[in-house]
């Protein structure tokens, strides 16, 4: 099983920008994940953000977040990253990211119940 770890986020001015970290441990190499990012506003379902295969070639964001969001995964460093840019109150939510372990007919996955393993959240506030 694979430990997760989300960092980075905090209060920032809408406009602004924040980089979010997922450090990820265990004995299964990272190489072995595809990986993802959810987030969950108050009193709403965790939605899909942005998803990673497992190489980090391939990219996929959710329309609300695309061209301001950017997913990346370094499997050298066995840490996964959302670059999250020009951000708008409606971004404020608990930010997660997600593996899913040996990844098959599919490359990346956007649904809560594709992943296997979750980190805790990082809160992300946008204000106005």
């Known amino acids: 099983q694979a430990q997760l770890v989300e960092s980075g986020g905090g209060l920032v001015q809408a406009g602004g920008s924040v980089r979010l970290s997922c450090a990820a441990s265990?004995?299964?190499?990272?190489?072995?994940?595809?990986m993802g990012w959810f987030r969950q506003a108050p009193g709403k379902e965790r939605e899909f953000v942005a998803a990673v295969d497992w190489s980090g070639g391939r990219t996929v964001h959710s329309d609300s977040v695309k061209g301001r969001f950017t997913t990346s995964k370094d499997n050298a460093k066995n840490i996964l990253y959302l670059q999250m840019n020009n951000l708008k109150p409606e971004d404020t939510a608990v930010y997660y990211c997600?593996?899913?372990?040996?990844?098959?007919?599919?490359?990346?996955?956007?649904?809560?119940?594709?992943?296997?393993?979750w980190g805790q959240g990082t809160q992300v506030t946008v204000s106005a």
């Open positions: 265990g004995r299964t190499p990272f190489t072995n994940y595809a």
């Open positions: 997600a593996a899913k372990l040996w990844p098959q007919g599919r490359s990346v996955w956007y649904s809560t119940n594709d992943y296997d393993y």
